[in-house]
Nanobody, 124 residues
Framework: QVQPVESGGGLVQAGGSLRLSCAAS????????VGWFRQAPGKEREFVAY????????SYADSVKDRFTLSRDNAKNTVYLQMNNLKPEDTAVYYC?????????????????WGQGTQVTVSS
């Protein structure tokens, strides 16, 4: 099975940028839709974005559209989430997940394989 591993989180000021990476260990990522979710303290895990296996199709939550960009490099077995113009409300633990069925792509329930998460903190 595939095991996602996130990296790249950290502390940044509002208006700044971060790039998160999600690397696959175990099996290749190339046949999976890869999604990003986030969870702030006291809140439910919420959808951020997903990218299909070829990288040609992406979808974003309204709250991050035009600020976040997904890309993937299947040769490197890695998906990238570029986050620009970060806001304090983007503060959360960000999780990468893999979906093999192509269903429920904006739902936590659609993803069987999850990483451990990486903390993103945006200061005002």
């Amino acid at each position: 099975q595939v095991q996602p591993v996130e990296s790249g989180g950290g502390l940044v000021q509002a208006g700044g940028s971060l790039r998160l990476s999600c690397a696959a260990s175990g099996r290749s990522f190339s046949n999976y839709v890869v999604g990003w979710f986030r969870q702030a303290p006291g809140k439910e895990r919420e959808f951020v974005a997903y990218i299909n296996w070829s990288g040609r199709s992406t979808s974003y939550a309204d709250s991050v559209k035009d600020r976040f960009t997904l890309s993937r490099d299947n040769a490197k077995n890695t998906v990238y989430l570029q986050m620009n113009n970060l806001k304090p409300e983007d503060t959360a633990v960000y999780y990468c997940a893999a979906n093999s069925g192509g269903w429920n792509l904006r739902s936590v329930r659609g993803y069987a394989y999850w990483g451990q998460g990486t903390q993103v903190t945006v200061s005002s």
